[in-house]
Nanobody, 125 residues
Framework: QVQLVESGGGLVQAGGSLRLSCAAS????????MGWFRQGPGKEREFVAV????????YYADSVKGRFTISRDNAKNTVFLQMNSLKPEDTAVYYC??????????????????WGQGTQVTVSS
């Protein structure tokens, strides 16, 4: 079973940037699609971004397109989420996810996937 540890969250002013990291244990990281989801206060958890095993395909939620960039370093078993031009509505707990599935450009947790513990991102206005 894979274990995921997120880092990089914090408090930032609107318009600022943060970079989230997710370090994974396990030998199958480099062959697995990875994703980021988030859950804002009083909201359901939602898809943010996904990247295939070799980085060849990346999908983003419409709300973050053009501002967020997902990337990965398979040599370090790590996936990143660079978040620029942050808005107060980006405030949420951000979760790394191992093994989502996608229906077109929208992705979902799968029964065999794994969640990280989450990292809080707070954007002040």
């Amino acid at each position: 079973q894979v274990q995921l540890v997120e880092s990089g969250g914090g408090l930032v002013q609107a318009g600022g940037s943060l970079r989230l990291s997710c370090a994974a244990s396990g030998r199958t990281f480099s062959s697995t699609t990875m994703g980021w989801f988030r859950q804002g206060p009083g909201k359901e958890r939602e898809f943010v971004a996904v990247i295939t095993w070799n980085g060849g395909t990346r999908y983003y939620a419409d709300s973050v397109k053009g501002r967020f960039t997902i990337s990965r370093d398979n040599a370090k078993n790590t996936v990143f989420l660079q978040m620029n031009s942050l808005k107060p509505e980006d405030t949420a707990v951000y979760y790394c996810y191992f093994g989502p599935y996608c229906l077109g450009p929208v992705c979902y947790p799968s029964p065999s996937g794994s969640w990280g513990q989450g990292t809080q991102v707070t954007v002040s206005s």
